[in-house]
């Protein structure tokens, strides 16, 4: 394996499987099926998971609502995925913990960095809800910041595209998938990867970022295999 320890960074949206809002209880058993593929290789899972499938804060933003507020409203529904995911997961009988950015000791442990590592240690899968726990950050940051503070190797960004592309592959047949590329030139092409913020702490820490296609079942084992999927952004 490529890697010992990856940083897995799912969308809440691509929870919703074929729904139009919510959790899809089939996507989620598949997901969990995938994760535990990888966590049985021995490969340390940590995961991150956003919350557009129940609640987005600039969307309430838009809307009229305070953007602290609906900031930390989408907090919430992070950790409602990922309760979700740590259900799913430990039906398939892989040993799980959720630790939150807020705390919400009822259903959850606070994030504790050295914490956190030993749960990894010891083959556990680690979600980390609630984002960064302050608002004005996404959860891609919040998973490049996890992914620092736990020493993984990369970041696996899970999409519904199979990579990165010169433009939108969904709008332009002509758009070319780039198989690897570097952080600056992914700036220089204007390429939508992660938000700025994300993508630059990053690329000042020399971590990789693979994007590729979650849904097509068995490409994250592969990917953890050594095959070509997907994109992967590097120095």
């Not at 995961?47 to 933003?61: D, E, K, L």
């Amino acid at each position: 394996m490529p890697y010992k320890r990856i940083l897995l960074k799912l969308s809440g949206e691509a929870l919703m499987g074929k729904r139009q809002y919510g959790i899809d209880p089939i996507r989620l058993k598949e997901y969990a099926q995938e994760i535990k593929e990888v966590v049985d290789s021995g490969v340390e899972v940590a995961i991150v998971i956003g919350g557009g499938n129940i609640f987005r804060g600039i969307a309430g933003a838009s809307a009229g609502m305070d953007r602290v507020q609906g900031d930390y409203m989408g907090m919430l529904a992070t950790v409602i995925n990922g309760l979700a995911l740590q259900s799913a997961l430990e039906n398939e009988d892989v040993p799980t913990r959720l630790q939150t950015a807020i705390k919400i000791n009822a259903v959850a442990e606070p994030f504790i960095r050295r914490k956190a590592m030993r749960h990894l240690e010891k083959g556990r899968v680690v979600i980390f809800g609630g984002g960064t726990g302050n608002p004005y950050f996404t959860t891609d940051s919040a998973a490049v910041l996890r992914a620092i503070e736990i020493e993984a190797d990369v970041i696996l960004k899970g999409t519904r595209v199979d990579g990165i592309y010169s433009a939108d592959p969904e709008k332009d047949k002509n758009a070319v998938k780039f198989d690897s590329i570097s952080f600056k030139d992914v700036l220089n092409k204007g390429l939508k990867v992660m938000d700025t913020t994300a993508f630059t702490l990053s690329q000042e820490n020399d971590l990789p970022i693979v994007v590729f296609d979650m849904n097509t079942q068995g490409n994250l084992l592969k990917l953890l295999s050594g095959e070509k999927i997907g994109t992967i952004v590097s120095v």
